[in-house]
């Protein structure tokens, strides 16, 4: 498995208030990426980071922000959490562009309620 | 835009009882479709890349095929333990975006 944990695993908050997902890998991947899964929708991407403090939007980038201060560690912050966040996010890492043998690996999931 | 379309969105096998999953997408140049196997409650696992029309994979009783619209995940004789949502995505000519477009999957379930 690759070495990925996401904190926390489960969360359940309040509509306005912010939430922090901590994505941590072990494997030394310079790609990592923020998805959501919904019933109905594939799998969305939120955010990536191709490098510390390198970072990209995904289709889905309204009301998130990221942040990847060290290789290891990518945060998913949702500024003030709204009811259409509640989802289940999904970390994945990748060593580079997913071509050539580069798979995205992705974590155990967080699963995220917003009432 | 990049679309990718699963079907059928669940199936029910028989132990023993072979079969085909399809995915079918729509993409300006394809660079790679991948194929995850998903159980409940876990994130994707990985299973497959496909780069190019004609090319199969194989692992244990899966067998990926690409054709130039759609790939098929073929189970033969498959077990209870593959009972799981399969994933297909693709990922287009993008620049420095690593971005999948995943399908809906299909949930399987593999009785005795």
């Known amino acids: 498995d690759a070495g990925i944990t996401q904190s926390p695993r489960h969360k359940v908050t309040e509509t306005g208030t912010p939430v922090t997902l901590r994505c941590h890998q072990t494997?030394?991947?310079?790609?990592m990426y923020w998805y959501r899964q919904d019933p109905g929708h594939g799998l969305r991407l939120i955010h990536y980071?191709?490098?510390?403090?390198?970072?990209d939007k995904g289709e889905v980038s309204d009301g998130y922000s990221v942040s990847r201060s060290k290789t290891e560690d990518f945060l998913l912050t949702l500024e003030s959490a709204t009811s259409s966040q509640t989802s289940v996010y999904f970390c994945?890492?990748?060593?580079?562009?997913?071509?050539?043998?580069?798979?995205?690996?992705f974590g155990e999931g967080s699963w995220l309620t917003v009432v | 835009e990049d679309q990718v379309t699963q079907s059928p969105e669940a199936l029910r096998l028989q132990e023993g009882e072979s079969s085909s999953l399809n995915c079918s997408y729509t993409?300006?140049?394809?660079?790679?479709l991948f194929w995850y196997r998903q159980d409940p409650g876990k994130g994707p696992e990985f299973l497959f890349t496909?780069?190019?029309a004609g090319e199969e994979k194989e692992k244990e009783r899966l067998k990926a095929t690409l054709t130039k619209k759609e790939s098929f995940l073929h189970i033969t004789a498959p077990k209870p333990e593959d009972s799981a949502t399969y994933l297909c995505?693709?990922?287009?000519?993008?620049?420095?975006?690593?971005?999948?477009?995943f399908g809906t999957g299909t949930r399987l379930q593999v009785t005795l």
């Open positions: 496909l780069y190019s």
């Open positions: 995505a693709v990922q287009g000519p993008t620049g420095t975006a690593s971005k999948l477009t």
């Open positions: 494997e030394n991947h310079r790609y």
């Open positions: 980071s191709y490098g510390v403090k390198d970072t």
């Open positions: 993409v300006s140049g394809l660079r790679g």
């Open positions: 994945a890492i990748s060593e580079s562009i997913p071509l050539a043998g580069n798979t995205i690996y």
